[in-house]
């Protein structure tokens, strides 16, 4: 049942226009699932990892400028802020003053090009339902583009597969839904696909610096392209400390076989290790999705291996409708971007300040990020104002979703600077320039408001 499985897989992801190459490396995963393969790595097959610290690099000015002007830019752009209600490019969200994280993106990188001189080619990996608006969005900045490149570069996607049989679901009445992105992992897919990685390597650019566009700590840092460059590493990841909110995620580790380092998932760890998984001193570092690599390292890894890069499997299982817990199992064949660490012998890791991992998942992170906690200075660079980051836990009933989120924010978000943590139960609205002092906590079973001026503090 499985090969007529994966006959019934090629078949529709050629009529659907997918890249050869990306069939060829689904078929290959395909494979993996069919002979059992989960992709799990258990504890007892991998130890803690030691790194080095940006804060211990001492690299030259010019040396840095040097770097950055052998390096070209990737923003994965896929994503459509689906879990905070959006249907569009989560990217398109507005930030601050007025600015979205493609705005300040675009304006990092042009500050950085006069800074350093540097051409700095900025690409972003959309999805099919991102291009459009990202695009569109863009379009004001008539000088982002680089001759000889383009601005995007589209994702591939691939048949979800129904738990029971492996073979392609399908669900009439609402077709997009039989479809799933493969991870970021496919990014060397689609780089490789699309010729984008000959032309990068034919124009002159040397290393690649690939981060999310949700992610606006994620500056092409000078300093760090200068480390990369000297390191002579062919893949590199920026790590930082786990904090207690990190206990559920990824974290990297050492394979005991053979000493490469591995990034583990979460999808990736048995149950029976979740303690370990946990285990923040055992455990300490985890992955900012910021990821440095050679081109040209880059390039023969997946011409040797037939332009399947090898990475491990990630096999997520959910619902054809995530929306609809009653809707058949499927089976969504991922893989990580950072999971490349161990394809590269001589892979590095650096940890630098959670300053560059500013990543909004939830409208508990983006009311941090719209707050007074960071300033926005001249070069566009995120710059924190506070000692620590508020821990902040809105109401998922009254904001989880944008919109319900704005309604309730109708005059920009209070200030968090001299908060510690800021947590609401219930339906509060609040005026301009309400303040958070120190810890907050506000409970009420009826909608309340907060009017503007006010400030909260622990009593």
Not at 183 to 193: E, F, N
Not at 324 to 335: A, F
Request: hydrophobic share 40%.
């Amino acid at each position: 049942m499985g090969s007529a499985g994966l006959m019934r897989a090629r078949d529709k992801m050629a009529a659907a226009g997918v890249d050869e190459v990306a069939i060829d490396t689904f078929a290959h995963y395909y494979r993996l699932l069919e002979h059992g393969e989960t992709g799990m790595i258990p504890e007892s097959t991998i130890d803690p990892v030691d790194i080095e610290s940006l804060a211990d690099v001492h690299v030259a000015d010019e040396q840095a400028a040097q770097a950055l002007r052998g390096t070209a830019v990737i923003k994965l752009n896929g994503g459509l802020g689906t879990s905070m209600g959006m249907d569009r490019a989560k990217s398109l969200l507005c930030v601050r003053r007025g600015l979205s994280f493609l705005d300040i993106i675009a304006r990092q990188v042009l500050h950085l090009r006069t800074q350093h001189d540097a051409t700095l080619p900025i690409i972003f990996m959309n999805s099919f339902r991102t291009s459009g608006d990202t695009l569109a969005a863009l379009a004001r900045y008539d000088d982002l583009p680089v001759d000889g490149l383009p601005l995007e570069f589209l994702q591939n996607k691939e048949p979800k597969l129904l738990v029971k049989d492996l073979t392609p679901v399908s669900w009439p009445k609402e077709p997009d839904l039989e479809w799933c992105p493969p991870g970021h992992g496919d990014i060397y897919t689609a780089l490789r696909g699309t010729g984008l990685l000959d032309r990068l390597i034919a124009a002159g650019y040397e290393r690649v610096f690939v981060s999310n566009s949700d992610n606006l700590g994620a500056v092409p840092d000078p300093r760090i392209a200068g480390w990369f460059a000297e390191s002579g590493a062919p893949f590199a990841i920026e790590a930082v400390r786990r904090t207690p909110s990190d206990r559920k995620g990824g974290h990297f580790a050492r394979r005991r076989t053979d000493g490469r380092i591995v990034l583990r998932e979460t999808a990736q760890t048995p149950d029976a290790d979740q303690a370990a998984l946990a285990d923040l001193d055992r455990h300490r570092y985890c992955s900012t999705n910021n990821i440095w690599f050679d081109l040209a390292a880059m390039k023969h890894a997946l011409d040797v291996r037939q332009g399947i890069l090898g990475l491990p499997l990630i096999r997520n299982v959910k619902n054809v409708d995530p929306g609809d817990k009653s809707s058949p199992e499927v089976i969504q064949v991922e893989t990580a971007m950072g999971a490349a660490v161990e394809v590269f012998e001589g892979s590095r890791l650096i940890e630098v300040g959670r300053d560059r991992f500013v990543p909004v998942k939830t409208t508990n992170d983006l009311l941090v990020l719209r707050s007074d906690v960071y300033d926005l200075g001249s070069d566009f660079v995120l710059d924190q104002a506070s000692d620590a980051l508020p821990f902040v836990d809105l109401d998922g009933d009254f904001y989880k979703l944008v919109g319900d989120f704005d309604k309730r924010f109708p005059e920009g978000a209070p200030s968090l600077r001299k908060a510690s943590s800021f947590t609401v139960h219930g339906d509060w609205t609040f005026g301009r320039g309400v303040e958070v002092v120190g810890e907050v906590d506000l409970a009420a079973k009826s909608a309340q408001r907060v009017d503007g001026g006010t400030v909260l503090s622990h009593e």
